[in-house]
Each structure stands twice: as structure tokens, then as C-alpha cells.
């Protein structure tokens, strides 16, 4: 007896929600389809120069990140943490912050 009512509550839900495209409130537009933009993605800047390269990173128009790589050694990263045009150094990206990963219980 559950599963008929069920099934019967399911089909009566699912022709009420339905709505034909007549019936669409005016002023709604379809989602495109696909990746979003690259509109989306922050400019970089890729500037060579006789000791390495420099990329910077700006986002609103304001510069935040510099990856520089010279031509001899490791890249590092001048990075501005509170938006106040001081450049602080990193050697990576990687912020340091281990999360806690124990096993509890093992199948």
C-alpha cells in the first residue's frame, strides 16, 4: 500500500514543479552552456629580463603576487599578504599548515 502512495505523491510533486517555458516569470535568461569566461581568470603579466623572468599577478588592476625565476636557482614568490605594497618573500606557495590526518579506522 506505501509504494503506490508513494509513486502517485512522487508523479503529482514532480507535474507541479514543472514549469513550461510559457510560464517563466519575464526577464529570465537562459545559463550558457560551457567553462566560464576567461574573463574570470586574473591578468598576468610575463616580463623578461637578463637575470630571469618576472610574472606578475594583479587582480582588480592591483598587482598582488610576483613569481620570479632567475636563471640560476630556485623560483620564489613576493607575495603582498595585506594589500599594503610591502612584498613579503616566499619560497613556495605552500602555506606550511599540515591539517591533522590520523587513521581511525582501517577496512
Known sequence: MRYPVLLLT???SGLAVAVAPSD???GLKPVPDGAPGLDDAPPVTIKPSSPGRVVEYRANGRLYMLKVTPKFGKP???VDQKGDGQFARQ???DSGMRPPMWVIKEF
Open 76 to 78: 620564489y614568490y613576493l
Open 91 to 93: 619560497e613556495s606557495l
Open 24 to 26: 517563466r516569470p519575464p
Open 10 to 12: 512522487l508523479l503529482l
